[in-house]
Structure formats: C-alpha cells, structure tokens
C-alpha cells in the first residue's frame, strides 16, 4: 500500500472517530426534542433570546465604558444593538424563528452530507466496498435534510419531525462511522 492512501485512511478513520462525539450529542438532542419538543423548542428559543439581549445590553456598556477615540473603530455600538434586537425578534415572532430553524438544520443536513458523499467519492478509486455504503447512507442524509427544509407537516408536528430527522442522521452518521472505521481495508497487493 502506498504511503499517501495508509495516510488518507488514517486521516479518514481519524476524522470519523472524533465526530462520534457530535453525533452522540446530537442523538440526545434528538431524543429529547422527540419526547417534548414543543416545550423543548419554546425553551431555546426563550434561552437564546435572553443571551442575545444580554450580549446586547453588555456590548452597550462595553462601547459606553470606551474612550471616545477607542468607540471610533468600535463595533460594540452596533453589535449591542443588533444583538437586542435579535433578542426581541426572537421573543415575538416565534413561528417565524422555528420555520428559520428548520431550514437552517436542513441546510446543514444538506451541507454535511455533500461533504460526505464527497469523501466516499474519494475513497471509491481504492476498491474498498465502504466507499459505495458511505455513498447511499450520505445520500438518505440529503434526503432527510431536504424534508427538513421544505418540512411538509404543521408547525405543531415540525418539531417532533426534526428530532426524528436528527435521530435518524445521527444513527445513520454512526453507522457510517463504524462503516469507515472497521470496514476500510488496506489493499492486500
């Protein structure tokens, strides 16, 4: 076996080992998302407006507190006041942000998955059969983003159908994991 593909086969299973860890948290997520998620979502939207107030309000005590030639390149102004409007936006108008939040997990499903079927397009060329698993389990994760985007349910059933979706990438991300992991052989020549 050649010196660079031991080393991409080591870098892969290196990179699959550590996203177990992201993949594992997220599956929590999801598990809890799944039991009550209307609460659930209600809560972190509530706890992300609260911190984007909060940054807000000390970015507005930070810019208050500067010299007046330091507040000349300051955007401590600006972010504090972007910030608290983040905030309030987030408080009021809640749909809109659980709509936001389901394209911005599709979009990421989407994103990441590409990435992956990239990486078993790039391992096809070694003849090892990973490569093809990889290929469709990225593949259902596109798919399962794309659902998420254009999510065909109500508002009611969108958070119980994220954290399906998110359980199911996560189990399939596993899988796939443990694919590259024990499945990616060195070429006997």
């Known amino acids: 076996m050649l010196l660079e593909e031991k080393s991409m086969f080591e870098n892969v299973k290196k990179v699959c080992k550590e996203s177990f860890i992201s ?40 810019f208050y507190r500067m010299t007046k030639e330091s ?52 391992l096809e060329p070694y003849k090892t059969p990973v490569w093809l698993y990889f290929f469709v389990i990225s593949l259902t994760q596109i798919l399962v983003g794309f659902l998420i985007v254009i999510h065909p349910f109500d508002s009611i059933a969108i958070h119980l159908f994220i954290g399906i979706s998110i359980l199911i990438y996560e189990a399939l991300t596993i899988m796939g994991n443990l694919l590259i992991i024990f499945g990616l052989r060195e070429k006997k020549e």
């Open 23 to 62: 993949a594992l948290l997220l599956a929590i997520l999801a598990i809890v998302l799944i039991m009550n998620s209307a609460t659930f979502m209600s809560t972190a939207i509530d706890v992300v407006a609260y911190i984007a107030v909060f940054m807000g309000v000390m970015n507005l005590v930070l």
């Open 71 to 122: 507040r000349q390149l300051s955007k401590n102004f600006q972010n504090g006041l972007l910030l608290i409007m983040f905030g309030i936006i987030f408080f009021v108008e809640t749909d809109i942000i659980n709509k936001m939040l389901s394209f911005v997990i599709g979009s990421y499903f989407i994103f990441e998955s590409t990435n992956k079927a990239n990486l078993a397009i790039n």
